[in-house]
């Protein structure tokens, strides 16, 4: 197959900026070792991942996306929010004191445990205060 040039992608993927952020991730996957899917024929990967554009071979939201990732400083975790584990909380309370679990109940208890925590919080730091003086 003879040289392919960006011309010959832009068909693919509309804007050029992008088309070479694209082809760049995919020689750096080239780089680190992943499968070539077309024939090398000397090419150097910037071309063979043009190529592999032009064939159709990957498509460009799959690159997109590894793009995406590879340049995430901090990933994502689900952590619960404060009210779940408040609720949560309030539930095993209420299994705990075999009580019935309703949503009135659950808002109630997980109120009184949230205050609880508060004033503990505002007494020890005011007994940690009285100590410093």
Same mark, same amino acid.
């Given at each position: ?22 082809? *760049? ?39 997109? $996306? ?6 995430? =400083? ?39 445990? =949230? *205050? ?16 410093? $003086?």
């Amino acid at each position: 197959m003879a040289r392919v040039t960006v011309e010959d992608c832009v068909d693919k993927v509309p804007n050029r900026f992008e088309l070479v952020l694209l082809a *760049a991730q995919r020689a750096r996957q080239i780089a680190s070792g992943a499968p070539i899917l077309v024939e090398r024929d000397n090419d150097k990967n910037p071309v063979v991942a043009l190529r592999e554009l032009a064939d159709e071979q990957l498509t460009a939201e799959s690159l997109r $996306e590894s793009l995406i990732h590879g340049l995430q =400083k901090n990933i994502e975790v689900d952590e619960p929010e404060e009210d779940d584990i408040s609720l949560l909380l309030a539930g095993r309370k209420l299994e705990e004191t075999q009580q019935e679990v309703t949503a009135e109940s659950l808002a109630k208890v997980s109120a009184e445990m =949230k *205050a609880e925590a508060i004033f503990s919080k505002i007494t020890k730091q005011g007994t940690e205060n009285s100590e410093t $003086e």
